[in-house]
């Protein structure tokens, strides 16, 4: 069963305006970790923003901003003011499990994301 | 400032034959992960270790042998390689514990294709 769902294949949208990727996860444990990695056309991984299942606040990392809400297990990121350069592949991940499951961490399908002028 | 090194960059494969992939990092992380990613799947896991000398199963993780028997070195071997696993292979790892867990690091990639 899939445990991370990212229901956009593809986003667009225009320079300069903000725009909403959409995830879902699924885990009954109490304590987990969610994550977005960004993968540019060039193929490496670049992390960008963890929110963490007991922290009270959402998470934000300069444009970026995680809206975190738990009942409805949705972890969506937000990006403000668009850039040409955030034209990527995005993913969800979560981190959940104890003891030696701890090291598993699943991802979502992705979105890519195009930026127009 | 190496971070994660992967080996060889690309590879091209006949079906049953063997190879091995290597994975090191110099940040003296304690888990280590084996992901591949296929177009529409995302990264799925096929194996990871926890330490040196500890391996465990991922999602996907038939096809496919690590070892892990020095802290800073990964190895992801496929003993008689299919078409199924022609794909790109991503290495990662991380620190065990606190705020560092959470940020994986990944290495740049390998492209194997299995004809």
């Known amino acids: 069963a899939q445990k991370i769902t990212q229901t956009q294949p593809g986003m667009f949208v225009q320079e300069k305006e903000a725009v909403t990727l959409d995830c879902t996860y699924d885990t009954s444990d109490q304590s987990y970790g969610l994550f977005w990695y960004k993968q540019p056309s060039s193929g490496e991984m670049i992390f960008l923003i963890y929110q963490g299942s007991y922290d009270e606040q959402n998470a934000t990392e300069g444009r970026y901003s995680l809206n975190f809400q738990k009942a409805r297990k949705s972890a969506n990121l937000v990006i403000s003011a668009s850039q040409l350069g955030d034209s990527a592949m995005y993913f969800c991940?979560?981190?959940?499990?104890?003891?030696?499951?701890?090291?598993?961490?699943?991802f979502g399908r992705g979105t890519q994301l195009t930026v127009w002028p | 400032n190496a971070g994660v090194t992967q080996t060889p960059k690309f590879r091209v494969l006949k079906t049953g034959q063997s190879m091995t992939l290597l994975c090191a990092q110099d940040?003296?992380?304690?888990?280590m992960y084996w992901y591949r990613q296929d177009p529409g799947m995302g990264l799925r896991l096929i194996h990871y270790?926890?330490?040196?000398?500890?391996?465990a199963k991922g999602e996907v993780p038939d096809g496919y042998n690590v070892s892990r028997l020095k802290k800073q070195n990964f190895l992801l071997g496929l003993e008689s390689a299919a078409p199924s696993q022609t794909s790109v292979y991503f290495c990662?790892?991380?620190?065990?514990?606190?705020?560092?867990?959470?940020?994986?690091?990944f290495g740049a990639g390998s492209r194997l294709t299995v004809l």
């Open positions: 270790s926890v330490g040196e000398g500890t391996t």
């Open positions: 991940a979560m981190r959940h499990g104890r003891g030696s499951t701890l090291g598993r961490l699943y």
């Open positions: 940040m003296n992380h304690e888990y």
């Open positions: 990662a790892s991380s620190l065990a514990g606190g705020t560092g867990a959470n940020v994986l690091t």
